[in-house]
């Protein structure tokens, strides 16, 4: 047992020698604190994993990256690695993902591989940590009244989101809530063990609820959690919000979807699994992929065959969430008229034509930014329904 915590050391001090920085558009916004990649392969196993560099208060940035390197079990995989080493077709790949947002820190790391035994399987391990004293933030302190939250959020999984899971799921157990979580830009990312809620393909399950779903619950109040994490500019629509919004759709993302129009769909069906098969809407077809991230969101392509070899990303479409106040099921036609003006043109979709795209009888508002189209499909009674990005 000593010989193997020792290994570990030993080769979290050669991982740290392999250092390549992560763009960090957040550095200035946070006070000079960023994230950067600290990376080891050994035989067929690698590791990313983040480190904090750039705070002012040193002795506080040091205890933080402990922080990292424990909660993500760091020094567990580089052990796993060594261990591996013998074993010609065995190995581990260990990634990270999140960011730092006002002084918050949310990070998740995604681990595959021979993680146990020579069994393939998949685990979710992440930390969240206020960058002002360095301590982990805890679920309680997004809401105003923690259990009334965890009974809503449950109420919600086994309502809303359990019905939508496939029948074929080795696990699929959404409650009780699961111990993970990260904080993203639009809502709460809720991370699961693999042995209570599985994909398809084996993988840990994630859950992604917007903060407009949750948003009774949520402390708002200024300097909370929340607010420090910009979740007041994604639920309220403000003379800010038009130059967020026109921003996103010049850049042919939604917030916190991993593609943009443009992209390859061959790419993004390996990288992360579709869920179903394609649907066929009028003019192309509907891709569902995987992860939690793309619950309710649809990469639209074209129709010209079957494969999809050479197919890109045309549009994006999202039937769930937020994204800079406007909020699927809650914000008005009127409301983002009032903020965007008026429509370059708007369409009246009756129950036919909305069969035929897939989508609820109702009007779209077509909106030009950049070199792309913002649509915003409402209902017959003039409430959100859908945000889509368009060539």
């Avoid at 933080?64 to 567990?76: A, F, K, P, W, Y």
């Avoid at 997004?142 to 919600?156: K, N, Q, V």
């Avoid at 390996?270 to 793309?294: A, K």
Wanted: aromatic content about 6%; hydrophobic content about 40%.
């Amino acid at each position: 047992m000593r010989m193997k915590r020792k290994t570990g050391r030993i080769l979290a001090v050669l991982a740290a020698l392999i250092l390549a920085t992560v763009p960090a558009a957040c550095a200035e916004e946070n006070g000079g604190a960023a994230l950067t990649d600290m990376q080891l392969e050994l035989g067929n196993s690698s590791i990313v994993y983040p480190a904090l560099t750039g705070m002012a208060d040193e002795t506080l940035q040091q205890e933080i990256n402990s922080r990292l390197l424990e909660d993500l079990d760091v020094n567990g995989y580089l052990d796993r690695m060594t261990m591996l080493l013998a074993e010609e077709n065995l190995g581990i790949r260990v990634t990270w993902a999140g960011e730092i947002r006002g002084d918050v820190l949310s990070i998740v790391m995604s681990a595959e591989g021979a993680l146990q035994n020579s069994r393939t399987t998949h685990r979710w391990t992440w930390s969240n940590i206020d960058l002002r004293d360095g301590h982990e933030i805890t679920l309680a302190e997004l809401f105003t009244d923690e259990d009334s939250a965890r009974a809503t959020l449950e109420e919600y999984l086994d309502f809303d989101v359990a019905p939508e899971l496939s029948a074929h799921l080795g696990n699929s157990e959404v409650t009780p809530l699961p111990d993970g979580f990260c904080l993203e830009q639009n809502g709460l990312r809720l991370l699961y063990p693999v042995t209570q809620l599985s994909t398809l393909t084996d993988r840990a399950g994630d859950i992604c609820i917007g903060w407009n779903e949750i948003r009774e619950e949520l402390n708002l109040e200024k300097d909370s959690i929340p607010d420090r994490i910009g979740a007041n500019g994604m639920l309220a629509l403000t003379g800010e919000s038009a130059e967020k919004i026109r921003a996103m759709t010049e850049s042919g993302r939604l917030p916190d979807i991993p593609a943009a129009i443009g992209d390859s769909v061959k790419t993004l069906t390996d990288r992360y699994r579709m869920l179903t098969d394609p649907d066929i809407y009028e003019g192309g077809r509907l891709f569902s992929l995987e992860p939690g991230c793309f619950r309710g969101i649809y990469l639209l392509t074209d129709y010209l065959s079957e494969a999809w070899d050479t197919s890109v990303v045309q549009g994006i479409r999202m039937d769930r969430g937020c994204a800079w106040g406007l909020c699927i099921g809650r914000t008005r036609q009127e409301e983002w008229r009032a903020v965007l003006g008026e429509p370059e043109y708007a369409v009246t979709l009756d129950e036919e034509t909305a069969e035929a795209k897939r989508r609820e009888a109702g009007t779209c508002d077509y909106y030009r930014f950049g070199a792309y189209q913002l649509q915003l499909y409402a209902d017959t009674d003039g409430t959100l329904t859908s945000i889509t990005l368009t060539e």
